[in-house]
């Protein structure tokens, strides 16, 4: 007996370090399992990312370019350009890499700058980046066109030369296309792709305007369709829009719809206070093709209680005015202008107020990504000019159903969000911002591009297939 209970000492121990064994492997196991089972962000940099080849463009078309616009004069479209506030001419002292214009007509399209700004950032400080550079052309899913196209487009126009962007001779804008696109087609990567895998941002309506054909191919950053869709369906006649839309050069298929850059700040969800007006718009009651639709809105809504319609120019003032009208109003007007979207409807979101779209043809960037039918209001063109009808519609909206918009709302106001807090863009990016949401869905783009490179080098010389229309 004596010797029994040493025994059953060692063999007790032996069993409580196996048993301590066991629920260690036990809890590291369910650990693991637990981690597993999160629920995965879309943004998850931890994902393989994009491989992005920067094309190697000269600096004289991208931030060149902006040396050139800050020794420039006044734009001549705007009463007041608060970049230049005298008719002197300066050159203020700018590094590697000077702002982008606060000048709202170029600001709004400003994705160019801030999607190139992340690209050279240092790569210790992109860790939050989607997009990873790559320095070999054989290395990358895609080739970005460093060519600030809108902010070319816009110096052109700000010069008052009207509708000469139309017009080759003397056109800077023009020679500065035509020398983006004699380098980049010369490159090998261009060749092996016919450009397919190219990706250019292109936020203005008349950017590239005299090359896009040459380009039609390739991936394109726009923030709607509306100017392309005039040059594709130029042959339609009729008095309303065709059943079939035959995109010859833009499609939901290979291209991005992005956001504008967003001109007002942003209200937090904590600092809303009660809104004292139903429905908001400011802005040109003027405009032309779809944007028809403004005038007769205005027209209709202009007499209508508790409606406040602003005609107004997005100057300093004007600017002002929108804030405290889009922070007072529980909805924000977005009709179509000379293109389906604008500027305005970001400002919208960014300001808690939730849109009311009436906009028929309209493409909204993200899509698969956001449903913008949780905190907008969608209505046909046809409801919205029945007499009454709207401001009924909209005052049928219960406080608790405004909230619960608004809430939502406030959860994507960081999706639309391009700026990193630095003057001259160069810097970490906000993981869930606009940046990563367009390479995002760039990305989602590269199977069908890659598809489509090996499809066509298998063609025998000579071959000519024309371009299909992708109905979706």
Known sequence: MAVAKPLCS??????????????????????????????????????????VFVAELPRSLNYGLLDKYWSSSPDSRIPSDPDHPTRKTHSPKHGQHPPYPENPLIK??????????????????????FAKRVFSESEADVVFVPFFATLSAEMELANGKGSSFRKKSGNEDYQRQRQVLDFIKNTQAWKLSGGRDHVFVLTDPVAMWHVREEIALSILLVVDFGGWFRQDSKSFNGSSLPERIEHTQVSVIKDVIVP???????????RNKRRHSLLYFKGAKHRHRGGLIREKLWDLLVDEQGIVMEEGFPNATGREQSIRGMRNSEFCLHPAGDTPTSCRLFDAIQSLCIPVIVSDNIELPFEGMIDYSEFSVFVSVSDALRP?????HLRNFSERDKETL??????????????????DGIGPIQPDGAVNHIWKKVYQKVPMVKEAVIRDRRKPAGTSVPLRCQCI
């Open 10 to 51: 060692v063999s007790c121990l032996l069993l409580s370090s196996s048993l301590l064994f066991v629920l260690s492997l036990l809890f590291l196991f369910s650990n693991s399992l637990t981690s597993d089972q999160k629920p995965k962000i879309s943004l998850d940099t931890s994902q393989t990312g994009i491989n």
């Open 108 to 129: 709004q399209y400003s994705a160019e700058y801030w999607i190139m700004g992340d690209l050279e950032t240092p790569t210790e400080k992109r860790a939050g980046s």
């Open 260 to 270: 504008y850059t967003h001109l007002l700040p942003r209200l937090d969800l904590s």
């Open 388 to 392: 009454k009808w709207l401001a009924n």
């Open 406 to 423: 608004r809430s939502r709302m406030a959860e994507v106001q960081s999706v639309f969000v391009y700026d990193n807090g630095k003057a």
